[in-house]
C-alpha cells in the first residue's frame, strides 16, 4: 500500500494513535508525535516512553496508526506490522526527527509562555519544557504499511 504525499503530511504535522495488542489481544493506544514516513510504505515512530506499547510489539507486530487533520479535513487509519530497531541508521534517523520535532515543540511552549498569564498553564509548558528535553529515544519502530483507510 503506497502513502501519498497527503498521507504523509498529515502523519508529520499531528498527533497519531498506535494501536497495539498483546499475545492475548488486550489493547493499548497511545498519542505519539514523533512520527516520519521514511518511504511510500514505511512509517518511523521514535519509542522514548513505550513501555506497554513496546512489550506488545515484541509479542506481536501487528499495529494500526490513527491520525486526523482538522486543518486539511482528512483522517486516515494505517495498518501493518512493526519491527523494533535499537541500532544503526534508522535508530539515527529516529533522534533526529526526536531533536527536530523536540525543536518545534520547544518553540511552541515558548509562544505559549510569552501569550498566556495564567500560571496553572505557564508552570505546564516550563514542565514540559525541561522534561522532554531530557528525554532521549530507547528504540527506532519502523512500521511497513499494509492497508491505508480514509476515515473522514
Sequence with gaps: MELTAEIKEVL??????F????EDNKPNVVPVGLVEPISDSEV?????????????LQENPQIALAVTDMNRL???????K?????CGELFDKALAVMQEKSARR?????QRLEKTEDPQ????CQQMIAKYGE????????????????TM
Design 74 to 80: 482528512q483522517a486516515y487509519q494505517l495498518k501493518g
Design 44 to 56: 518511523l515512530l521514535v519509542d522514548v516512553l513505550f513501555n506497554k506499547t513496546r512489550k506488545n
Design 121 to 124: 498553564l505557564r508552570a505546564r
Design 19 to 22: 494501536a497495539t495488542a498483546s
Design 82 to 86: 512493526a519491527q523494533i530497531i535499537t
Design 106 to 110: 520547544n518553540e511552541k511552549m515558548a
Design 12 to 17: 508529520r504535522d499531528n498527533i497519531c494513535y
Design 135 to 150: 528525554l532521549k529515544p530507547k528504540a527506532a519502530i519502523v512500521i511497513t504499511i499494509s492497508e491505508v483507510y480514509p
